[in-house]
């Protein structure tokens, strides 16, 4: 049996159900209730299913099925297109929806639909962490018309587990907008008897190899022997045996904290991108926060390092050093396309990452194009104004999206030659 300390549950995980379906349900009225499937390609039905909705999933339509496969299942789907600036914008909202009740060093956006939050302190002012959890669920679908699943727990492992706890019984799809709290004491009841790939972190392969062992279930693995699985799987092993017996240490710590003086936003897709476009609408996104955190803090940028991991998580870093330090998103979200264009083309991608690094205080810009550049420096802190007044939802930079239409209108014209 486990030795419990005594923690209270205030732990949680927001997941946003089927969340591209949900995203187009909650902008287009007509599209709720109806199942409905983001796939690559609608138009030549080919490609691969990215998300399906709740009402598709019931039919047994799955992620990563092909499209085709999809509709012979369920023929009566609406079929879409991905909108990766949509996806953005409204998870953006959301944890905005998150941070009215406790601060930004307490909230860890995983990916674009999961986010973690830790409520200790926010107990005198809002309640219970399962009240706060009640109201920020309700307030997301009422503001934004999204529904969330809700996880709590007294350690992040398991918070991610109740998240995913309440399922249809007969075809075992995750209920959308479920409420599930996992406490101390309710480890061997709640989470023993689960199969061990509904642990986070335990792949295909890895129960495979489990089952190999005569691990199946969170509780093989909790009263496994922990030197069998140090050995069969190293440092991996140790922790997964800590995990099963509700052990997981791990703060709820902000993507974006600054470390070695840099400051960085990493984006975890639900799945795996390959078209250009969408990379760059990531990338977008991402230098709109590094470089409004920049000048936040009064610094400005020598170092930009783009991170890139693939469907296996291996990762790769491209990183350019500027002939002079910008604070400038503009530049910023330039800069890092040239080093995104490094990916191989077409070879998926899990993880977008940006970091601007060797910052410098005091460091006045120096440039053949000074007025421009003073311009466009006012702008930021106009459009910083604005959304540190209405919000961060109130508008996007014209000048970014004009980059951007720049860039593919280039691309389009250059492949129209070929």
């Known amino acids: 049996m ?10 949680v995980l927001f997941d946003a159900n089927s969340y591209y379906a949900s995203c187009h349900q909650a902008v287009n009225p007509e599209l709720q209730g109806k199942p409905l499937l983001v796939a690559g390609d609608p138009k030549n039905r080919t490609g691969i299913i ?5 009402e598709a999933r019931l039919y047994g339509v799955k992620t990563a099925m092909p499209l085709f496969q999809a509709l012979k299942l369920c023929p009566e789907a609406v079929v879409l297109s ?4 949509l996806y953005l914008d409204l998870s953006r909202k959301m944890w905005k929806i998150v941070e009215r009740y406790t601060d930004e ?10 986010c973690f939050a830790d409520f200790r302190g926010s107990h005198l002012l809002f309640g219970s962490t399962e009240k706060i959890a009640h109201r920020v669920q309700k307030e997301i679908l009422e503001e934004l018309g999204l529904g969330v699943s ?3 727990s007294y350690c992040k492992i398991l918070a991610k587990l109740a998240s995913d706890y309440q399922r249809d019984p007969k075809t075992r799809v995750k209920l959308p907008r479920s409420f599930t709290v996992i406490a101390p004491g309710e480890l061997e009841s709640k989470v023993w008897p689960l199969g061990v790939g509904e642990l986070s972190g335990i792949g295909r392969q890895t129960e495979k190899q489990l089952a190999d062992l005569g691990i199946r279930t969170i509780g093989d693995l909790a009263q496994a022997s922990p030197q069998a699985l140090r050995k069969g799987f190293g440092v991996y092993g140790a922790k997964l045996y800590a995990w099963a017996n509700g052990r997981d240490e791990r703060p709820v710590t902000p993507e974006d904290q600054a470390k070695d003086h840099s400051i960085g936003r990493s984006i975890t897709l639900p799945q795996d991108i390959t078209d250009p476009e969408q990379g760059a609408e990531v990338l977008l996104f991402l230098a709109d926060s590094v470089g409004r955190k920049v ?10 390092t783009v991170q890139v991991k693939d469907a296996e998580f291996k990762t790769r870093t491209y990183s350019t050093t500027l002939f002079e330090p910008t604070d400038s998103t503009d530049v910023i979200y330039r800069e890092s396309l040239k080093l995104l264009a490094k990916w191989p083309q077409g070879k998926p991608i899990r993880l977008l990452g940006l970091t601007a690094s060797r910052l410098q205080k005091g460091i006045e810009q120096l440039s053949l194009f000074q007025e421009e550049s003073e311009e466009q420096t006012e702008l930021d802190r106009t459009v910083d104004e604005l959304r ?8 996007m930079r014209g000048t970014q999206y004009l980059s951007l239409s720049r860039k593919l209108a280039g691309r389009s014209t250059k492949d129209k030659r070929e």
């Open 388 to 395: 540190d007044k209405y919000g961060s939802g109130i508008l």
């Open 2 to 11: 486990p030795e419990h300390r005594l923690k209270d549950c205030d732990i």
């Open 295 to 304: 000048r936040r803090e009064e610094t400005k940028a020598q170092t930009l």
């Open 150 to 152: 809700v996880g709590i």
């Open 82 to 85: 991905p909108d990766f600036r």
């Open 50 to 54: 990215l998300t399906a909705s709740y």
């Open 105 to 114: 060093d307490h909230i860890e956006v995983v990916s674009v639909d999961e």
